[in-house]
Antibody, heavy 117, light 108 residues
Framework: QVQLQESGPGLVKPSEALSLTCSVS????????WSWIRQPAGRGVEWVGR???????NFNPSLRSRVSMSLDTSKNQISLRLTSVTAADTAIYYC???????????WGQGILVIVSS | EIVMTQFPATLSASPGERATLSCRAS??????LAWYQHRPGQAPRLLIY???TRATGIPARFSGSGSETEFTLTIRSLQSEDFAVYYC??????????FGGGTRVDIK
């Protein structure tokens, strides 16, 4: 059974970069697309972007200029980097597998990231 | 981007009752519609995809219907574990992938 666990700093200063890691167990990241999704407090769920094992990426146009993703197949991890963060980037960040393009299953538990000085 | 609208925002119901949740897309997404359940403190869970196909392990009391722009999630005979927030999400060919604002199902 595939399980995902997000990790990273819970507090990031404005204008700095947010970096998160998603560790995958029970399956290889060399298959499927892997997505990051976030939910700011009191707001809707927002798809951030995805990466495939070939390093192909797709990003939400609203974040494209600030987001990057990478894979470490030796560690079975997916990483997210979001630059120039502001308070609007404060959210719970989830990673999820895409068993079929555009579907998310399973999800990680999520990690709360607060942007504040 | 395709905007997904869910209603009602909150639905109060008693255990054993039927719950009907609605989701509307701003343009046609065909049958490319999924539903997720999100219980507090847990990871969101895929319930339905292809508008009406239950994901693995999802009880038969959950059913989905609809196409194009109008979709419905029905929970027949609510159980205590069903009180949660439910999101619809479209995965049509037009990125970005987008979610509805959610419907909270509360215990009456």
């Amino acid at each position: 059974q595939v399980q995902l666990q997000e990790s990273g700093p819970g507090l990031v200063k404005p204008s700095e970069a947010l970096s998160l890691t998603c560790s995958v167990s029970g399956g290889s990241i060399s298959r499927h697309y892997w997505s990051w999704i976030r939910q700011p407090a009191g707001r809707g769920v927002e798809w951030v972007g995805r990466i495939y094992s070939t390093r192909i990426t797709n990003f939400n146009p609203s974040l494209r200029s600030r987001v990057s993703m990478s894979l470490d197949t030796s560690k079975n991890q997916i990483s997210l980097r979001l630059t120039s963060v502001t308070a609007a980037d404060t959210a719970i960040y989830y990673c999820a597998r895409e068993p079929g393009l555009g579907l998310f299953d399973p999800w990680g538990q999520g990690i709360l990231v607060i942007v504040s000085s | 981007e395709i905007v997904m609208t869910q209603f009602p925002a909150t639905l109060s119901a008693s255990p054993g009752e039927r719950a009907t949740l609605s989701c509307r897309a701003s343009e046609s997404v065909g049958y490319n519609l999924a539903w997720y359940q999100h219980r507090p403190g847990q990871a969101p869970r895929l319930l339905i995809y292809g508008a009406s196909t239950r994901a693995t392990g999802i009880p038969a009391r959950f059913s989905g219907s609809g196409s194009e722009t109008e979709f419905t999630l029905t929970i027949r005979s609510l159980q205590s574990e069903d009180f949660a927030v439910y999101y619809c999400q479209q995965y049509s060919n037009r990125p970005p992938l987008t979610f509805g604002g959610g419907t909270r199902v509360d215990i009456k």
